[in-house]
């Protein structure tokens, strides 16, 4: 798989976690200690997230790393 492709599949599945709990991205951001525009680029993948950022968003998102890789079907 591609680099961009793993990007954006990562990217999907932390925004359709996120979108289940019907939260909004600035909601989100504010409540992981994230600056809002930041995490949008997150969610577009536009940013390559490290191992850090992605265990933040996991926190907030109330689910483990490993739940998310399994989500972007890696």
Same mark, same amino acid.
């Given at each position: 798989?591609?680099d ?7 990217s999907?599945?932390? =925004?359709n ?31 390559? /997230?490290?191992? =850090?950022?992605?265990? =933040? ?11 998310? /890789? ?5």
């Open positions: 798989m591609k961009r492709a793993f990007v954006e599949r990562v999907a599945a932390m =925004r976690r996120r979108e289940l709990l019907e939260v909004s991205q600035e909601a989100f951001a504010e409540k992981i200690g994230m600056h809002r525009t930041y995490y949008s680029a997150l969610e577009r993948g536009e940013i390559n /997230l490290t191992l =850090r950022t992605l265990r =933040r968003v996991c926190s907030g998102l109330g689910v483990k790393v490993w739940e998310v /890789l399994r989500d972007a079907d890696i």
